[in-house]
């Protein structure tokens, strides 16, 4: 069944006037590594932007300090690394241990595709007691071994862009862009998760057989690091009470309507990630 947006808005939680940090979730974070610090930061700016009381961002220990400089308002928590400083095997039982706090977890983006740091995304798919939402390399890790997700203990949500999806149903690029709504409806079925295939009219599918196609959005946001801001959208909104579902649907209407906002000064040619993020709040504005 095709969703209509007005009525997931209607089921964004409200807020009272006694409320507190703690009342709007807690965000962690796992994502960075030596080429790729920007993920890590529009992925956590993005969720603390999007409403969270808290947002921890867990990365190897070598690029702490960047990621502290970089990011005065969200916590940034070093971990074991590998020699690129991404996040190493040694990290998983501390990141479990972590986890147990928090209420939503985004695994993915610039966490490389080092090799021990995708036997530690699987891991922790399987082992992870809180909501993961999953993007970038932390869906590459999934290329072969798609049955990880049918061990997972938690929900997921994906995030794929059309080559990712590809490489994770090992199909041609073109093949998954002719029937979009489809494979993304197949997919949530069968490895019970809610889907986000992204790009022009960016299908959002749960397993239930319920579909959202976004109309917002335009060109200019295919530039890096965009992605990375819807991840910590969707974290943020599961971290505040919402079923990934409608978090997913809602984080994908946000993000482009924060795009369209983007794009009415700047025009679609100039359009960087962080013209995304300075836009969130005034579309978040609807959300009250």
């Not at 965000?27 to 993920?39: E, M, Q, R």
């Not at 610039?110 to 993007?135: C, F, H, M, W, Y």
């Amino acid at each position: 069944m095709e969703i209509n947006i007005n009525e997931v808005l209607m089921g964004f939680p409200k807020r009272q006037g006694d409320s507190h940090k703690g009342d709007f979730g807690h965000v962690l974070v796992i994502a960075g590594s030596a080429n790729y610090t920007g993920a890590a930061y529009f992925t956590s700016q993005a969720a603390l932007l999007s409403g969270s009381g808290l947002v921890t961002l867990a990365v190897g220990k070598g690029i702490h300090h960047i990621m502290a400089t970089k990011l005065a308002e969200v916590m940034v928590k070093p971990f074991f690394e590998t020699k690129d400083n991404s996040l190493s095997l040694l990290a998983e039982k501390e990141l479990l241990s972590f986890a147990e706090k928090c209420n939503a977890v985004a695994i993915g983006p610039g966490i490389s595709q080092n090799k021990e740091t995708q036997a530690l995304v699987r891991n922790l798919i399987t082992k992870l007691a809180k909501p993961i939402v999953l993007d970038a390399d932390g869906i590459n890790a999934l290329a072969g071994h798609l049955a990880t997700l049918k061990s997972a203990k938690t929900p997921l949500v994906l995030t794929p862009h059309p080559g990712e999806m590809s490489r994770l149903i090992e199909k041609e690029t073109g093949e998954v862009q002719k029937a979009r709504k489809e494979i993304a409806l197949s997919f949530a079925s069968e490895y019970n998760t809610v889907l986000v295939l992204k790009g022009h009219d960016t299908v959002v599918a749960n397993p239930n057989g319920d579909f959202y196609i976004n109309s917002t959005g335009n060109p200019g946001m295919a530039t890096g690091g965009v992605g990375d801001i819807l991840t910590g959208i969707i974290a943020s909104f599961i971290g505040q009470g919402l079923d990934p579902f409608p978090a997913a649907v809602l984080g994908v209407y946000f993000h482009g309507m924060a795009g369209d906002l983007a794009a009415r000064e700047k025009g679609v040619l100039s359009l960087i990630a962080s013209d995304f993020l300075n836009k969130l709040p005034e579309a978040l504005k609807r959300l009250g």
